[in-house]
Each structure stands twice: as structure tokens, then as C-alpha cells.
């Protein structure tokens, strides 16, 4: 069974930087994707969950929302097992709740969060001045 812990939110004032973490254990293929979604305010549903960037297992592909392009980098730590999401120029409207979750690499435009088998438990992010 495949376990993820995410880290690193907080509160940050509009342009500032916030590098989030999610560490990896269990069995892992090369086959899959890590993929960061994000969950803003009063909406509670999965589906609800916005697709944000993505990595694949092996580094070296990565996927990211027109919304945080040129703003966001996706990177992973082979030798931690653990995938970053280093968030800079950050406005208000990134304010969510950050989970990681792995799916098979499938990138077709976006990911989808009802096609993820695994979930971290969220980390949030509130931008605000």
C-alpha cells in the first residue's frame, strides 16, 4: 500500500514562496505519476479537487495547470522518495487545501482526481496579507 505525507504549508503573504513535500513509501512503478490537487474554500467535494502539477515517478516528466505555469516547479528526490511543489509568486486565489496523490502517468491535458488510487491528507495554504 502506497503512503503519502504532505508538509510544508502555511500562511504567506501575496509573492511570497512556499516549497510543499510529499514523502513516498511503499511499492512505487515507474508506471506512475505523482500529481499535486489542490481544494479551495467551500468546496468539499473530491471532484471539487483542481489539478495543480504533476511529476512522473521516474523525473522526468512533468505536467502543470495553465493557473500556476511559470510560477510553480514540480521535482522529486529519488533518494528521499519524496516529490516537491515549490510554489512562488503566490496570490490569494492559490489559498486551498494541497494534497498529493498518486495515479497511473496517464497525462491527457490534465489529471483527474477520481482516476488517483492514493491520497496524502492535505496541507494548507493560506496566501493572505
Known amino acids: 500500500q502506497v503512503q503519502l505525507v504532505e508538509s510544508g504549508g502555511g500562511l504567506v503573504r501575496p509573492g511570497g514562496s512556499l516549497r510543499l513535500s510529499c514523502a513516498v513509501s511503499g511499492p512505487m512503478f515507474s508506471s506512475y505519476a505523482v500529481v499535486w490537487f489542490r481544494q479551495a474554500p467551500g468546496k468539499d467535494r473530491k471532484f471539487d479537487r483542481e489539478f495543480v502539477s504533476a511529476i512522473s515517478w521516474s523525473g522526468l516528466s512533468t505536467y502543470y495547470a495553465d493557473s500556476v505555469k511559470a510560477r510553480f516547479t514540480v521535482s522529486r528526490d529519488g533518494a528521499k522518495n519524496t516529490v516537491y511543489l515549490q510554489m512562488s509568486s503566490l496570490k490569494p486565489e492559490d489559498t486551498a487545501l494541497y494534497y498529493c496523490?498518486?495515479?497511473?502517468?496517464?497525462?491527457?491535458?490534465?489529471?483527474?482526481?477520481?482516476?488517483?488510487?492514493?491520497w496524502g491528507q492535505g496541507t494548507q495554504v493560506t496566501v493572505s496579507s
Open positions: 496523490a498518486v495515479g497511473a502517468h496517464r497525462y491527457s491535458g490534465s489529471y483527474y482526481s477520481g482516476d488517483m488510487d492514493y
